[in-house]
């Protein structure tokens, strides 16, 4: 039985896991639900599977990287429902490490997460009750700076580090910091890697993962477990170890 919470947002909702998370809460009793994406029309077409379910949902194309105007948004979107659960999860590959991929990377996955966290908890410091939850979207990329993808796993590194020091730091305003660290996911990024996805799982299960360790309110939302393992002990290893393990792993082409 998962808890009931009213009031979601989510950005990167136009495909992969922030679809799937829309619709698990649109089944689930929320009541509203706002979402972001770049592409308005697999946006919108989210937006209308929502309110199939009777919730009021809304879409908004907007960039993450626009603080000014995530800010603007996130404000609105407060003011007609005080928003409870909040997941940061608007994210993009890296492809070829050019030097426009490069920033692109680092700008959307790590400033596109800091203009939707940080507008969002001074709004739940002010607020003195009702559920107060922030979700970061990381990956299992982020446990180790990889070489198939420099700037991607380096970036979700990054807002890993991040949401776990938030975790802690915002636990006396009562707020709950949870990041997620998923594997491979059935998503629009993953559709383009041409390395071997084990573990490969569809959006929809990861979705019902999250959700149900978001109701528990774990701070590391790390799956599958084998990978999270692998992961977790090539970063405990010697580099020298580490390194050699790592070149002999498969890259993208």
């Known amino acids: 039985m998962h808890k009931k919470i009213k009031n ?3 950005t990167g909702a136009s495909s992969g896991i922030g679809e799937a998370l829309a619709l ?3 089944a689930h009793g929320a009541e509203n639900i706002f979402l972001s994406g770049r592409n308005a029309k697999r946006l919108e ?10 919730v009021r ?10 603080t000014k105007a995530m800010k603007n948004w996130l404000e609105s979107c407060n003011k007609k429902a005080p928003l409870e659960l909040v997941f940061a999860n ?5 492809g070829q490490e050019t030097t426009e991929n490069i920033y692109n990377t680092f700008n959307t996955n790590v400033m596109g997460v800091l203009n939707t966290v940080t507008p969002v908890v001074e709004m739940m410091k002010n607020r003195p009750d009702g559920e107060k939850i922030i979700a970061i979207t990381s990956s299992i990329a982020g446990y180790h700076g990889l070489s198939a993808c420099p700037s991607y796993s380096a970036s979700k590194a990054c807002v890993k580090a991040y949401g776990e020091a938030l975790r802690n730091s915002l636990r006396p305003e009562g707020i ?3 990041v997620i660290c998923p594997g491979f996911v059935k998503s629009r990024i993953t559709d383009q890697n041409t390395c071997p996805m084990p573990f490969f799982m569809s959006a929809e299960k990861a979705a019902r993962i999250i959700a149900a360790r978001i109701d528990k309110n774990i701070g590391l939302i790390a799956f599958p477990w084998p990978m999270r393992f692998g992961t977790w002990f ?4 010697p580099n020298r170890l580490s390194d050699l393990i790592y070149s002999r ?3 993208k082409v």
């Open 176 to 178: 709950s910091v949870s």
């Open 24 to 26: 698990f809460y649109a």
């Open 45 to 54: 077409d989210v937006v209308q599977q929502c309110k199939k379910y009777g």
């Open 8 to 10: 979601i947002l989510i």
């Open 57 to 66: 949902t809304e879409g908004k194309v907007i960039d993450v990287t626009d």
């Open 234 to 237: 090539l970063s405990v290893l």
């Open 249 to 251: 792993l498969p890259h």
């Open 90 to 94: 608007a994210g993009v590959s890296t």
